[in-house]
């Protein structure tokens, strides 16, 4: 079993920044990937951003050049870094894990999610 939990969502201006966190629990014999997607009201679930144990990142391109993201491993963590905040990026943010567990090979896990509110 992994618990996810994210934190630092929030409420920002446009063009502000937020640091988003997610702390992976339980227990985790591997993690493979960390990653992001967010969901915004009404629409679909949405790809944002992942890592994998090699540090090697992806990006959805809309994304790409104003999000950062970093894991530590020695945490279990997961972090993103949102820079030039846009309204269309106002969304639930969700954390995902792809790990192994003492209960599951290689399963997907997911925080509870966290919002992100980019005022104009």
């Known amino acids: 079993q992994v618990q996810l939990v994210e934190s630092g969502g929030g409420l920002v201006q446009v063009g502000g920044s937020l640091r988003l966190s997610c702390a992976a629990s339980g227990s985790i014999l591997s993690i493979n990937v960390m990653g992001w997607y967010r969901q915004a009201p009404g629409k679909q679930r949405e790809y944002v951003a992942s890592i994998n144990s090699s540090d090697n990142k992806a990006f959805a391109d809309f994304v790409k050049g104003r999000f950062a993201i970093s894991r530590d491993n020695a945490k279990n963590t997961v972090n993103l870094q949102m820079n030039s905040l846009k309204p269309e990026d106002t969304a639930v943010y969700y954390c995902?894990?792809?790990?192994?567990?003492?209960?599951?090979?290689?399963?997907?896990?997911w925080g509870q999610g966290t919002q992100v509110t980019v005022s104009s």
């Open positions: 995902y894990a792809r790990a192994s567990s003492a209960i599951m090979s290689m399963g997907r896990y």
